[in-house]
């Protein structure tokens, strides 16, 4: 009898944590994008080794991650304002179909022998044109997928899930193929790859949402800044996030020249420890989908930030490759309990005819200032080494987080006032007033 309690706790633990899963739609999605991001993590590690390999320079992996990522901050505030008007299933399908052409160019060209580092480079900004609207454009879609709003925040943590498996497999995948087939096989995975998410998003059955007035660009534009800084929560949460892109997240970047000058290792290294901060931001996932309420998210944001900065700078620090291991494990969780709880309590807070234009500007300040980050740290890289140049990184998160943690009363003021006015507030809210 006390057999049978016990497994019926662990299923219905296990069926919180999966709870997303009941919606068509969205488990459609979960495995089709998650064969997708597998693709994804073995190009985009196989492209870090193929640029180090090709210029021996740690400022010329800043300059691509500055190509691939730079269009986000440039772009994103005009896509979430055609996003917040546009059918977000048909631009995703059209994003995806974008990024498998970009894959198999750049295997094409990899296969072939004549790949060169401006050609990375251009179809980097490519890739990075077609992110600008992708990603505030998924953000936003998820939503459309999950019935219940209540269930937002498992459907986020279990987004978040399938990146972080893909995170696991495809960096640990990639090391083993570039050494037996190369670099180009690897991008030509991942092209072949996107077909599972395409498939399962021609598969959905999406009912009509609310959209935006169809007010002039600029006048959208304005109105989606005036909304986001006009608040103090999505103020908040969007500083922070923009300070972990641009100082600490962008020194992974840095990457390779930790795992060939440092650790001495090769690309079997590289593809290890991305995997074991895939592990770290797995388990992190893990916590947030199994809460079965987002009451107190706000409450981890500074702590989380916290424990990704120290994380990185005894990663900084170490010349061991299991101690590096370790801290990249604490650097995935403390990064994604951060990420996941502010997109959680953001996606919750805003109006879904602004939504687009809100996750556009968290894209901004996650993404689109990345690239600047990891220019700065590969610059620094190149003048006072890779080490140092992370450890300032971490030492300004901290800071960051200091200086969130002040704030959170006025975080959870605001955010609870924002509850009421879209009528989410019954007993409580996202964060405890």
Not at 305 to 329: E, K, M, Q
């Amino acid at each position: 009898m006390q057999d049978d309690t016990i497994g019926k706790e662990k299923r219905s633990a296990l069926g919180n944590i999966f709870r997303a899963l009941r919606y068509r739609n969205f488990r459609l999605f979960f495995f089709g994008q998650g064969v997708s991001l597998v693709g994804t993590w073995i190009q985009y590690t196989a492209m870090s080794w193929l640029v180090y390999r090709l210029t021996h320079s740690a400022f010329m992996l800043g300059v691509v991650g500055f190509a691939t990522q730079i269009p986000s901050f440039l772009f994103s505030a005009f896509a979430g304002v055609m996003v917040d008007r546009w059918n977000r299933h048909r631009v995703l399908v059209v994003t995806q179909a974008l990024s498998m052409l970009q894959a198999f160019i750049l295997a094409l060209l990899t296969l072939r022998g004549h790949i060169t580092v401006w050609q990375i480079i251009a179809l980097g900004v490519f890739i990075g044109c077609v992110n600008a609207v992708d990603v505030p454009n998924r953000q936003s879609f998820i939503i459309d997928m999950v019935e219940r709003k209540d269930n937002l925040g498992n459907a986020i943590a279990l987004n978040s899930f399938t990146f972080n498996v893909a995170k696991l497999i495809g960096p640990s995948a990639a090391g083993i193929l570039i050494v037996l087939v190369g670099e180009g096989f690897c991008f030509l995975i991942n092209a072949i790859s996107y077909l599972f998410v395409i498939a399962s998003l021609l598969f959905m059955r999406i009912e009509k949402r609310k959209k935006a007035r169809n007010a002039h660009l600029w006048a959208g534009l304005k109105e989606g800044f005036a909304y986001a800084f006009g608040s103090a929560a999505i103020r908040l949460l969007l500083m922070l996030l923009a300070v972990m892109s641009l100082m600490g997240m962008s020194s992974m970047v840095l990457m390779p020249v930790f795992v060939r000058d440092i650790l001495r290792g090769g690309p079997g290294t590289l593809g290890f420890l991305f995997a074991c901060g895939g592990v770290g931001a797995l388990v992190a996932t893990v916590y947030l989908a199994s809460r079965k309420d987002a009451l107190t998210m706000g409450n981890i944001i500074p702590g989380s930030a916290l424990v990704f900065a120290l994380g990185i700078i005894g990663f900084a620090l170490s010349r061991s490759v299991y101690l590096s291991a370790v801290l990249l494990f604490i650097c995935g969780f403390g990064s994604m309990v951060n990420m996941a709880a502010s997109n959680t309590i953001l996606q919750t807070i805003v109006e879904d005819d602004k939504r687009g234009r809100v996750m556009s500007i968290y894209t901004m300040a996650f993404i689109g200032l990345a690239p600047v980050g990891s220019l700065m740290a590969g610059f620094l890289a190149s003048e006072i080494t890779a080490p140092n140049a992370v450890i300032i990184g971490g030492l300004s998160c901290i800071a960051a987080a200091v200086f969130f943690f002040r704030k959170v009363p006025v975080l959870k003021k605001s955010a609870h006032l924002l509850y009421q006015n879209i009528d989410v507030v019954s007993k409580g809210g996202l964060i405890e007033a």
